[in-house]
């Protein structure tokens, strides 16, 4: 049974920064996607970032050169460094998995190709 735990989520102001993790376990695949999502009040999920098993990684264009998403495997642990916030940034953030040998491009920034999530951090940038 896999099992992912976010945490990390908290209030920060306009330009300030964060760091989510997702505590990973359950995961035995050699071969797998990790990626962040989130969802604001009123609006559609959205991909953020993904990373893959060999470590390639795509964003969002919403988010590139401010957010940066690594991941420790000794630790099974995903993280999202956010930096340079921004008010749109306030969302619920969820931390996603599924097995899969190739993990790069947009259709990794679909959550419905995901099939395990987290509960979700809240994330919340006042201007």
């Known amino acids: 049974q896999v099992q992912l735990v976010e945490s990390g989520g908290g209030s920060v102001q306009a330009g300030g920064s964060l760091k989510l993790s997702c505590a990973a376990s359950?995961?035995?695949?050699?071969?797998?996607?990790m990626g962040w999502f989130r969802q604001a009040p009123g609006k559609e999920r959205e991909g953020v970032a993904t990373?893959?098993?060999?470590?390639?990684?795509t964003y969002a264009d919403s988010v590139k050169g401010r957010f940066t998403i690594s991941k420790d495997n000794a630790k099974n642990t995903l993280y999202l460094q956010m930096n340079s916030l921004k008010p749109e940034d306030t969302a619920m953030y969820f931390c996603?998995?599924?097995?899969?040998?190739?993990?790069?491009?947009?259709?990794?920034?679909?959550?419905?190709?995901?099939?395990?999530w987290g509960q979700g951090t809240q994330v919340t940038v006042s201007s």
């Open positions: 996603a998995a599924e097995r899969a040998r190739y993990c790069s491009g947009a259709y990794w920034l679909i959550g419905t190709n995901f099939g395990y």
């Open positions: 359950g995961y035995t695949y050699t071969n797998y996607c």
């Open positions: 990373i893959g098993s060999a470590g390639a990684t």
